[in-house]
Every structure is written in structure tokens, then in C-alpha cells.
């Protein structure tokens, strides 16, 4: 095929004249020669927009369409011939970015990761500094899987090869052969994911995260159907939601060289500070910090949270952290499912990637819709925090808190309690089989044959353990060690009856959020009831008695956060401020608000980037829409275009931007700054008129008037189009 954007060429051969002269007319054909079929390019333009909002709208559904609007019986291969041409139609567009991304300087090695998000990448001189560089969050998705086709595609410049993501499938074996062995616990039977761990993965702790997600376990049971090749993607999302990087999962699931890859990927073109989510957070950090990339991670200040959604299925100290918050995408590339399953790779990796591409475009038409949203969302949170906070200390005028540091204290202190170790010993096995042969020897006189047989087994436990412990007399019930395993055992069915509760409601919680299933819920309801019955009997007993629960407390998916500060039994907890519920719930206020404000900090900058980028815009298209007017007028009608819709979400954005600065603490620069690396061009006519915090409203309209008329007035007289409000 000819390149559409240079000058047509008479056909050299007969057989030529047919594709020749459809192409004049703009109808593509599915077969260069002998054509039978042909599909105009304003259909293939309607059917990529279609399958844009709709990816479930598969090329096979729009044949069948075609076929009833001609009244025409459907054959498949109507829809083979009709993606021949779609797939031509694309590369056709590849081309033309591809051409339209050099006149604009957009051809740079990672260009799309440095400029995919203007709010987190466009970064102006003399901004304010933030404490993180970019936040961003990685995840795996499997419904993008692929069965195994036979190999043929191209990938863009976003996706992570095969072989840069397999330089990192060793790590995890060469960090956990550096910590410290230990012999892992008895697993839950009811558990059906977990396999019998490898001499290599027996090295890594037993954690309460490594039980709650399948992505923290030990790589050898990270495994996946035969059947698929591809067996789902990973990737990495800017908290905009803009697409950072992306790889396939080969014959595996979440395997840690995904994430470790991404993260690679991250620091070899952000650099330093940069913050990432990541659900097995507390996981993956061990296995970085040991990795080859552990001296690099630290030296960039590399740092990861829990995202919110996932912190309460997490133990306590992973929550201690503020949590991310990011946009999920992949809701919407899980309607790619059925069209990429059965796919060959050069299909599945062409839908993902124009899905990605599209789903980036979106955002950026909704970026100030998000960042307003951020900022109000903040307010709200200043406001209602600040009132709280300000009715606690009124209410407890005594009291000195120290939020931040009773934050570090708990920090610590369960730090200690991970590190403590409450294995069963021989006192606690003795004391057991005391317990079971006098319950048994009660039983002597009404089932006496019976019971006198059991009573004897215990008897020959009782006295084996004896001669271990090489004890002269037999421990009765008020002897002082019996009486402190005893305690040891109480503790031991009050930590089960906990993880019961904790385990019920955890799954009660899946439930509500994913199945909405009433009879479930309802089942799901008694089993807490009984369990928490149960906590109730073994926490009165105790030694001070712990507080009752009630089903209203449980109820409320935030209470997961409490679990583990339950299941300490010791006088030591009882005597820390953090423990009680209510200081932790002003705790909680405070460190909301101290985030609040942090967010204002960095939407203030983001603003500034935003606005900047906008009057970049305005200067770079018109100037290369101009140049190549002459050069190529073909190649300039399609970069017209392109300016058209990003002129029209820019004014959009310029609309949402006179909001936020009427919003108040708003306190970015009222006017476009200067980007990093690039020579200012243009001085702003606008002057601050007030100093910050001051002016009328009058003052401050003639301000917002002023941004909207001088970045509107930058305009090249070639391109009259309105802005969009």
C-alpha cells in the first residue's frame, strides 16, 4: 500500500487499477488484488469510535451489523476480510502518529511516560518542591489472557518486553536466600489456594498478608492453566490513572518480577521520590530492598503504601502508613476479555494497546474534572476535621495529645509484637493433658468401661510428660506453673476466637462488594454470631477482662483495622493512649487532616502544570500545523484534527481551572509558568494585583479573565475554532 500522505502514482500493472481507484475514493479493500468487498474508510472510522466507548462491540458483531443493514446473510469470513482491512486502517493511523509525533518533538526514547500526564509530569521551574516526584500504583489483571496463538505482533513503546521483565525472575529466590530461615506454621486446612512451599520459598515469614492475598504467596504457587500463553497483564497507573507501564504475565500469575520490572522501569526514567501502591506492598518491599535494585531503591528514596481499598485486609503495621488512592482502569479494559481470549498475540497486543491509548485520551479530557474534584474533596475533609478535632480537645482540656508521636509509638511497638514468638511449649502441652484427663476422669462413674480407657491414654500422657519435665509431684490446680500455662492457654483460644471473627467478617465484606448475594450474607451473618459469641466467652476471661464486642462494631468494615490490637492480651497495651478507641479515632482525624492539606499542596502545583501546558499547546500546534501547511498539506489536515479536539478539551479545562481558583487556599501562580527544559517564549502580561489571601471579588474576576484572554490570544490565527465550555 501506498503512503496515503504523499502524492497518488499512476498504477504500474493492470491489476493494480482496481486497489488504485478505490483508494482515490477512500474505500479500502481486503485484498490487494482481485478485490471483492469494499469498506469505506468513514465506516472503519465509525466502527474504531464505536469499539472505543464499547469495547465489547467485536469486529464480528459489526459484520453481522453491516450484513442486515445490506441485507446480506452473514459468512465469518465477511468478518475476517472486514478486520483485514480494520487492521491496515490501524496500521494506516500508526503511521500517521507516528509522522505527526516527530514534526511535534514527541519521538523521544520514553516520551509517552514523561508526558502522558500533564498533572504529574509537565513540571515548572521555580514550583513549589513535592515530597514525592510522582504517586502511582501497580496491579496485575487476568481477564486479559491469551490462548496459545502463534506468535506475531507489535508492541508499543509503553509495553515492557519479555526479556526486560525475565532479567528479574531470579530475585526472588536470591533476596529470600538472604533472610532468615524459619519453619513456617501449620496452615489452615480450609485454605484452597495455598500448595506445599519449596525448600527456597520455606525461607520467607508466615504473615497474616501472605494468607489474605494470593499475589504475596511463595512463587511456586503462582501457578496457571497450560492452556493460556498470556495469562493476564500488569501495569502501572499514575494517580490520574494515566497507563506508565505495561506488561503480559507469561504462563504464571503474579509472579514478583512483574512488579520489580515496573519499578526498574520507574526509576530509570522518573529517577528519585517516587511513591507506588501496591496491594502486597509489605511483600514486595522485602523481596526489592534485598533484589539487585535494593542500594538503587533506597538511594532514590523508592517508598510504597497499601492502597486504601486493600489496607484493612491487611495486618495493623501495614496500616500505619497513609494509603493511596488511585483511579482503577482496569473496569473497563475487562470488556476486552472476550474479543482477545482466542485472539492471535498481534491482535490481543493491537486491542490492549489502542484501549490504553483511548483510556489515556479520556482522562486527559477529565483531568480538571479531577482535580477539582480532588480539591473540593479536600476542603471537605479540612473542614470537617478541623471541627472534630476542634470539639475533642474541647471536650478533653486535660489531655495532651500527641498524635504523631503516639503514631511512632504504636509503629514500634508492634514492630516488637511481630517479632515475638508465643509457641506452644511442654508446659502448655502438660497443662493441656491435665486438663483433658480430669475433664475425662469425671466421666469415670457414668461411663465408666468407656471413660476409664480414655482416662488411662490420658494418664500415659500425663505421665510422659512428667518424665520430660522431670516433675517429683504432679501439678495440681493451684500450682503457680500450671496456673500460668493455664492463662497462656486462655490467650491461645481468645487469639482463634479473634481470627474467627476477623476471618467471618472479611469475608462478609467480599461479599457485600462483589456479590451482593443475600442468602450468602445471611449464612455468612450466623457463623459471625456464633464467633463472636465465642470471643465474648474467652475475652471475659481474661486477666483484666477484654471489652464485650457487639455486632454494630463488627459491622463497620473500617473495624477490620482493630484485629490486631485485640489479639494483644498484655498490661502493657492497656496503658497506651493509641489502644483507646476513641483517642484512635481523633488519631485518625488528625492524620486526615495533616493529608488534606498535603493534597492541597500538591493540587496547587498540579493546577499550575496544567495551565502551563494548556498555553505550551497553543504555541506548538498552530506553529507546526503552519509549517507543514507547506511542506505536506495532508500531513497538516490531520494534525488540525488533532489540535480541534485538544483545543476543544483544553477550553474545557480552562472552564474548570476558574473554578478551582476561586476556590479558597488556593495558592498557585494566577498565571502559566515555564516548563522544565524549555525556553520561555512568551512573558506573561499578568501582574498580581493583591497579595496572596486578599482582593475583592471584583479583583480577583478581572485576575480569572485575565488567564482566560491570554492564553486564548496565543492562538495562531490559522486555527478558528471556539473553546468548548
Not at 503495621?317 to 492471535?344: D, G, M, W
Request: proline share 4%; hydrophobic share 35%; with cysteine.
Amino acid at each position: 500500500m501506498h503512503d496515503p500522505l504523499e502524492p497518488l502514482e499512476p498504477p504500474s500493472s493492470v491489476n493494480e487499477t482496481d486497489q488504485f481507484s478505490i483508494e482515490v475514493i477512500d474505500i479500502f479493500g481486503s485484498s490487494p488484488i482481485r478485490l471483492t468487498i469494499a469498506i469505506t474508510i468513514r465506516m472503519l472510522d465509525v466502527y474504531r469510535q464505536s469499539h472505543r466507548v464499547t469495547p465489547r462491540f467485536s469486529i464480528h458483531a459489526e459484520a453481522k451489523m453491516l450484513c442486515f443493514l445490506h441485507g446480506v446473510y452473514y459468512r465469518r469470513h465477511l468478518a475476517e476480510q472486514l478486520r483485514i482491512s480494520y487492521d491496515v486502517y490501524l496500521e494506516l493511523h500508526r503511521r500517521i502518529d507516528h509522522r505527526l509525533d516527530k514534526v511535534l518533538g514527541h519521538d523521544s526514547d520514553n516520551w509517552r511516560m514523561l508526558n502522558s500526564c500533564p498533572a504529574c509530569q509537565y513540571k515548572l521551574t521555580d514550583e513549589p518542591p513535592l515530597e514525592f516526584s510522582i504517586l502511582c500504583a501497580c496491579d496485575s489483571n487476568n481477564s486479559a489472557k491469551l490462548v496459545d496463538p502463534a506468535i506475531c505482533g507489535r508492541t508499543s513503546s509503553i509495553w515492557l518486553s519479555e526479556s526486560y521483565v525475565d532479567a528479574f525472575k531470579d530475585e526472588v529466590r536470591s533476596a529470600r536466600a538472604h533472610q532468615a530461615r524459619e519453619q513456617r506454621p501449620t496452615r489452615d486446612p480450609d485454605n484452597p489456594w495455598v500448595d506445599e512451599p519449596d525448600s527456597v520459598d520455606s525461607a520467607e515469614p508466615h504473615t497474616v498478608c501472605v494468607d489474605r492475598w494470593r499475589n504475596a504467596a511463595p512463587e511456586s504457587q503462582k501457578k496457571m492453566f497450560a492452556i493460556f500463553k498470556k495469562s493476564g497483564i500488569f501495569i502501572t497507573v499514575c494517580q490520574h490513572g494515566f497507563l506508565l507501564t505495561i506488561c503480559d504475565m507469561v504462563r504464571s500469575s503474579e509472579l514478583m518480577k512483574y512488579p520489580i520490572a515496573s519499578v526498574k522501569k520507574l526509576m530509570d526514567v522518573f529517577g528519585s521520590n517516587i511513591l507506588y501502591g501496591y496491594d502486597v506492598k509489605c511483600a514486595f518491599e522485602k523481596i526489592l530492598l534485598c533484589s539487585t535494585l535494593g542500594d538503587s531503591a533506597k538511594r532514590l528514596n523508592v517508598q510504597g503504601v497499601v492502597p486504601t481499598f486493600h489496607g484493612h485486609a491487611h495486618n495493623r503495621l501495614c496500616q500505619l502508613q497513609h494509603h493511596s488512592k488511585h483511579k482503577l482502569v482496569f473496569s473497563e479494559s475487562n470488556a476486552l476479555a472476550s474479543e482477545i481470549r482466542n485472539a492471535t498475540e498481534f491482535h490481543r497486543h493491537q486491542a490492549l494497546d489502542k484501549h490504553f491509548c483511548f483510556a489515556d485520551t479520556d482522562r486527559y479530557a477529565a483531568l480538571s474534572d479531577f482535580i477539582f474534584n480532588n480539591y473540593v474533596q479536600a476542603l471537605t475533609s479540612i473542614s470537617t476535621t478541623t471541627i472534630f478535632l476542634g470539639n475533642f480537645h474541647a471536650s478533653n482540656a486535660t489531655l495532651d495529645p500527641d498524635f504523631d508521636g503516639d503514631l511512632e509509638d504504636e509503629r514500634l511497638f508492634l514492630q516488637r509484637l511481630a517479632r515475638k514468638k508465643d509457641e506452644s511449649s511442654v508446659e502448655i502441652d502438660y497443662v493441656k493433658a491435665l486438663n483433658e484427663y480430669e475433664e475425662d476422669a469425671g466421666n469415670v462413674r457414668r461411663r465408666h468401661t468407656h471413660a476409664a480407657t480414655k482416662r488411662d491414654q490420658k494418664v500415659d500422657v500425663v505421665v510422659d510428660y512428667e518424665r520430660q519435665m522431670a516433675l517429683d509431684a504432679r501439678w495440681g490446680p493451684d500450682h503457680p506453673e500450671r496456673v500460668k500455662a493455664q492463662s497462656r492457654i486462655t490467650n491461645h483460644l481468645y487469639h482463634k476466637a479473634v481470627d474467627d471473627v476477623e476471618r467471618l467478617v472479611l469475608q462478609m465484606s467480599g461479599y457485600k462488594l462483589c456479590t451482593q448475594i443475600s442468602t450468602a450474607l445471611k449464612s455468612r451473618a450466623t457463623a459471625i454470631r456464633n464467633a463472636l459469641t465465642r470471643y465474648n466467652k474467652y475475652a471475659s476471661q481474661l486477666n483484666p477482662p477484654r471489652p464485650p464486642l457487639q455486632w454494630e462494631q463488627i459491622v463497620d468494615y473500617s473495624f477490620l483495622a482493630e484485629f490486631d490490637l485485640l489479639r494483644e492480651t498484655g498490661t502493657e497495651i492497656q496503658m497506651k493512649r493509641w489502644a483507646n478507641p476513641s483517642y484512635r479515632h481523633a488519631s485518625t482525624q488528625h492524620l486526615a487532616h495533616q493529608r488534606a492539606k498535603e493534597e492541597i499542596r500538591r493540587l496547587n502545583v498540579e493546577v499550575g502544570r496544567l495551565c502551563t501546558k494548556i498555553r505550551d499547546d497553543t504555541l506548538d500546534y498552530p506553529r507546526a500545523i503552519a509549517q507543514l501547511e507547506l511542506d505536506n498539506p495532508l500531513l497538516a489536515a490531520h494534525l488540525q484534527r488533532r489540535w480541534q479536539w485538544l483545543r476543544s478539551a483544553n477550553g474545557r479545562h480552562l472552564w474548570r481551572i476558574e473554578q478551582i481558583l476561586r476556590l479558597p487556599r488556593y495558592s498557585s501562580p494566577m498565571s502559566p509558568g515555564t516548563c522544565e527544559g524549555r525556553q520561555c517564549e512568551v512573558t506573561s502580561a499578568l501582574e498580581d494585583e493583591a497579595d496572596e489571601g486578599e482582593g475583592d471579588e471584583d479583583a480577583l474576576s478581572r485576575q480569572l479573565q485575565d488567564v482566560h484572554t491570554y492564553i486564548e490570544g496565543l492562538d495562531h490565527h490559522r486555527v478558528d475554532l471556539e473553546f468548548a465550555e
